[in-house]
């Protein structure tokens, strides 16, 4: 992981700094009365206020899988990853209209009213009757290239990537037995595995495309936030550090 410490503290003293300024581009949560008491909460339950929520745990969660990557957490890391994929698109789903312009779908509205939901509807969780209408993940997966594609991208090929990555790293939260077998090392099962273990070093290098894929997807939140200023600064990092395909640009001498 040595490789990638320098573009992750670059990168992400970028993000830190946008998400800051991202949450004071919008109506502040504010102390709300909810069934299980006093918390702050976005009254308006914006768009603009969802998409500061899913920055958070973006940035989070790209936090989470340099540390587990950094100590040797193979299967935790995979799992980091696989949330890393599904935030990366929501952000996306949720910015898509306002970037492009056009109306809101009825899933948008459907995702909105689903992710501002409380979790009880009681103050007490064991007689909660609370029902989630959750939008589909191969529904999000479809906007996203549809809308992102600008004509110059087979839609479904598009789909059916997304759909293998997510099925994929999927493995690695639902602890599937193939996996789970990376940790064997001919001998014995080892959970901390060495920065030169096969297993390993494979997944440390798909990092640099998470750190990558969450600039732009944060770029893309920062414009459809109405701060283009802040976007222009997260692309123009994202292009400093990584090529077109997420992968490191060597440093120069």
């Known amino acids: 992981m040595a490789e990638y410490d320098y573009a992750y503290e670059k990168a992400m003293e970028a993000l830190e700094a946008a998400l800051f300024q991202l949450g004071r581009s919008v109506p ?128 479904s090929q598009a789909i059916a990537v997304a759909e293998t990555i997510e099925a994929l790293f999927s493995g690695f939260v639902h602890g599937a037995g193939v996996h789970t077998m990376d940790l064997f090392d001919g001998l014995d099962f080892s959970v901390q595995l060495q920065p030169d273990d096969q297993p390993l070093a494979d997944m440390a290098g798909q990092y640099s495309h998470y750190i990558h894929r969450a600039t732009m997807c944060l770029a893309n939140a920062a414009k459809a936030i109405g701060r283009d200023d802040v976007s222009s600064v997260l692309c123009r990092i994202s292009s400093e550090l990584f090529q077109d395909d997420g992968e490191l640009r060597p440093k120069e001498a």
Not at 61 to 84: E, F, P, V, Y
């Open 28 to 155: 502040r949560p504010r102390k709300t009365k909810t069934p299980t008491g006093l918390a702050y909460r976005f009254e308006e339950k914006s768009p603009q206020q969802a998409l500061i929520l899913k920055s958070a745990r973006m940035i989070s969660a790209l936090k989470a899988a340099k540390l587990l990557l950094d100590n040797g957490l193979l299967l935790d890391a995979g799992a980091m990853m696989r949330i890393l994929d599904e935030v990366g698109a929501d952000l996306m789903f949720i910015a898509g209209p306002t970037i492009f312009g056009h109306p809101p779908e009825p899933r948008h509205e459907q995702y909105m009213r689903e992710f501002f939901q409380e979790e009880f509807d009681t103050d007490s969780p064991l007689t909660s009757a609370q029902n989630r209408n959750r939008v589909g993940r191969r529904h999000i997966r479809a906007y996203v290239a549809r809308a992102y594609s600008h004509g110059q991208v087979d839609v």
